[in-house]
């Protein structure tokens, strides 16, 4: 009924046919050339019309108003909206360097108490980690630069019965029909030599590693498994300068997050900084359980 109220010909109907109707039958009616009968019928119907004609521009007049109003919020928000976004960098700068000095606290704890720690409740983190894992997924696919076929997932050393290796502990994506390897299984690390993830382990890089686009990913894919991947990220979860885990964003089928490295750098520092740290937390949260 609203649509219908709101619709082009309905407003063409009272602001153009309601006018002319009431003008018409009042101006016949005083004209001397119809009969009595006829002239008192036109006399009611164009004083009814005139007063449905007051009564839809009353009304129309204060649904333009509400929406003049609307419009007004709407344009403050957007012009307020650039500068709160401006801003928000150096906020979750200091949540990342509050949040990240609490995981160092945790674990100056966790070492005093027992030495060396591993992840003992993996359900724990994984729960952690889906949370995360969506959160930038979900992030990421409303910002990128071009499609939307992304994962994002968290790779993490495991010990299994002295063994060292890996496990992909968290995973979003919007391809559920493909499951990694190494997703919330134990890989071995002789298994995985070749992989890119553990050449960044190995490296032990401060900063995201970056590989732009296909050519380079090509360079330093040894087995994509017939992927098309278009874009690569692994953020470094260190603990005290030593990696742990990494988070990886990855694109594919010719979606891209940013065009530059440069902008890939600043959103890795302006916001997945703080899901590094977030995710380091949770992991000297589960450290320190084992002591209580």
């Not at 200091?94 to 005093?112: C, E, H, R, S, W």
Request: aromatic share 10%.
């Amino acid at each position: 009924m609203k649509k219908i109220f709101l619709h082009t010909v309905t407003k063409s109907i009272v602001f153009l046919i309601l006018p002319l109707a009431y003008t018409t039958m009042f101006s016949l009616a005083i004209s001397g050339i119809i009969a009595e009968s006829t002239k008192n019928d036109l006399l009611v119907w164009s004083f009814v019309t005139l007063l449905s004609h007051i009564v839809f521009l009353v009304v129309y007049g204060v649904i333009d108003e509400r929406q003049k109003k609307q419009l007004e919020n709407l344009e403050r928000t957007i012009e307020k909206a650039p500068k709160e976004l401006n801003n928000m960098g150096a906020l979750l700068h200091t949540f990342n360097k509050v949040i990240l000095d609490n995981a160092n606290k945790l674990y100056g704890m966790v070492q005093n108490k027992k030495g060396h720690s591993d992840i003992v409740n993996w359900d724990w983190m994984q729960s952690r980690g889906d949370d995360i894992c969506d959160a930038i997924y979900n992030f990421i696919k409303k910002i990128a630069e071009n499609g939307s076929n992304f994962s994002v997932s968290m790779m993490f050393k495991k010990v299994k019965n002295g063994v060292q290796g890996y496990t992909m502990m968290s995973r979003s994506s919007n391809n559920a029909s493909h499951t990694p390897k190494a997703y919330r299984n134990f890989v071995p690390e002789t298994e995985v030599v070749n992989s890119y993830y553990k050449k960044v382990f190995d490296e032990n890089p401060s900063r995201p590693k970056i590989l732009l686009n296909k050519k380079e990913i090509q360079e330093n894919f040894v087995d994509i498994n017939g992927i098309d991947y278009s874009q690569y990220i692994a953020l470094p979860i260190s603990c005290k300068g030593k990696i742990i885990g990494l988070i990886q964003i990855v694109a594919y089928d010719g979606s891209i997050v940013a065009n530059t490295k440069s902008e890939l750098l600043r959103l890795c520092d302006d916001y997945f900084a703080i899901a590094q740290s977030t995710i380091l937390l949770s992991d000297k949260s589960e450290n320190i359980q084992q002591i209580l």
